[in-house]
């Protein structure tokens, strides 16, 4: 999740930022309330193990002393601080669970932001339309994120380490999926649940070829048309 390397030097500084010189009774000073950083690229460094290359940094709050210090998503969760969500203690797995769903809340946020730049660009009023249903919803119907991954391929949007969620419950959104040119389900089928990607074959779709390149002669024949 991040490049901290807690251990026992972070223990050591951690003890010294607190007013308890045990570990426990130390860390039971700390807490993360909500406060998080993202600096859109790995620049920062965590305050707590001094590690560099984090994008994101959480700041965690000692009650006691009122220190405050800017931490990595791995010496946050690697140290066990206390999280909070609405004021309420968090268990780890809950803990953890948050801090990724804040980080991936930043990455697709971070990503939408350039869509958006995308439609003014271009006047792209489908793109549009796609963000604006995400931005209500989200989630993507296969149409409209056949559209969305259209954009982030054309303009080489990073998108690895972002999970868009794409609806296929409903039997509007299977006809849509069933409508799709096979080739244009590929460009989000990385983005499909296992269970999607059984569904996307029983409406007629197959799996994306394993070379790169057999991929993009299927796709370069329709990189200028919509359904």
Known sequence: ????????????????????NQRIEALSEWAYTG?????????????????????FRFRVDNMHNRRR???????????AFRV???GIALNQQAAESHI????????????????????MRDTNELLAEAL????QTGHLTPHHA?????????DRIDTTQARFHIYLRRQTDQAEMRSLATWRVWRFWHALTPAQQK??????????????????QHQIKGTCSYP
Not at 6 to 19: A, D, H, M, Y
Not at 132 to 135: D, I, R
Not at 146 to 154: G, L, N, T
């Open 132 to 135: 604006v249903h995400y931005q």
């Open 100 to 119: 990724h769903d804040t980080i991936q809340g930043f990455i697709r946020d971070g990503i939408v932001a350039r869509l958006l730049v995308v439609v």
């Open 1 to 20: 999740m991040s490049n901290c390397h807690p251990g026992p030097r972070t223990e050591q500084t951690l003890l010294e930022l607190s007013t308890k």
């Open 84 to 86: 909070e969500k609405d």
């Open 199 to 216: 569904q996307a074959c029983e409406l007629g779709h197959r799996p994306p070829p394993n070379s790169h390149e057999a991929l993009r």
């Open 35 to 55: 406060f998080c950083q993202d600096y859109e690229g790995p620049i920062a460094y965590c305050e707590l193990c001094k590690s560099s290359h984090q994008r």
């Open 69 to 79: 210090i800017w931490v990595g998503a791995g010496c946050l969760l690697g140290h």
């Open 146 to 154: 056949a559209i969305f991954f259209d954009a982030i391929e054309r």
